[in-house]
């Protein structure tokens, strides 16, 4: 699909985004039917529909596949090295991904703001992971201030997102273990807080949600091929 996609780029990115989504749906085909990963869907009442911004949970690149199926025309925030890659840079750039240099600092934040009002202003959602990296399920890391920027200057809420996906696609890692990954939407946190007050709600609701969706999924498979152990 990869190599059928090369000459594609020359299409418009609308018609080019039709492949995109055929190949997130069969890479979710062949994650359900040789690997035996489902998908759980919860708090689909906050799903949002046209400009929005998420904030989601990473632990692999499971999530980089979904929200292209949930989300109207989703553009993901990434670091400035995925563009190198072959084949994957191209297509991210034609997708119009924003691809942004983690160690800018204030530069960084004042671009990343600026080219995300234009995906909004266009009627598209913004995925962004307010850790930076992909993180081992139970484990935290700070989250960055890059959505605490877009929180305060685009006049739109921020819908939390949280999964399990790491449990059954472990990062660095290309096994893959059989299961079901939860991904939950949850309500949106309303405009107007200050800076440091969204933060600490944001980090707040989805490490508490995070924690019991681990927690639950611990009970409920004590072992699967070893992972959860």
């Not at 689909?44 to 596949?65: D, F, L, M």
């Not at 553009?75 to 563009?83: F, Q, S, T």
């Not at 190198?84 to 990343?112: E, Q, V």
């Not at 990296?133 to 484990?139: A, M």
């Amino acid at each position: 699909m990869g190599l059928l996609m090369v000459p594609m780029v020359l299409l418009p990115r609308r018609a080019f985004r039709l492949f995109v989504l055929l190949w997130a749906a069969g890479n979710s085909l062949i994650f359900r039917v040789v690997v035996g990963i489902r998908v759980e869907i919860r708090g689909r009442e906050y799903i949002p529909v046209g400009s929005a911004i998420v904030a989601s949970k990473h632990q692999s690149e499971w999530e980089t596949n979904i929200f292209l199926r949930l989300l109207t025309d989703p553009v993901y925030i990434m670091k400035k090295e995925l563009g190198y890659i072959p084949g994957y840079g191209l297509y991210a750039r034609k997708m119009n991904m924003i691809f942004i240099d983690r160690s800018g600092y204030a530069k960084t934040l004042r671009k990343l703001v600026i080219d995300t009002r234009k995906i909004v202003e266009s009627g598209r959602a913004v995925v962004i992971f307010p850790e930076g990296t992909r993180v081992d399920p139970g484990k935290k890391l700070p989250y960055r201030p890059g959505i605490a920027a877009l929180y305060n200057n685009l006049d739109l809420p921020v819908v939390p997102v949280v999964h399990n996906s790491g449990l059954f696609w472990p990062k660095k890692s290309f096994r893959k273990y059989a299961g079901t990954i939860v991904l939950q939407f949850l309500p949106p946190i309303e405009l107007g807080l200050r800076r440091q007050e969204f933060m600490t709600r944001l980090e707040r609701e989805m490490e508490q949600a995070a924690d019991k969706l681990m927690a639950e999924t611990y009970k409920s498979q004590k072992n699967i091929n070893g992972t959860l152990t």
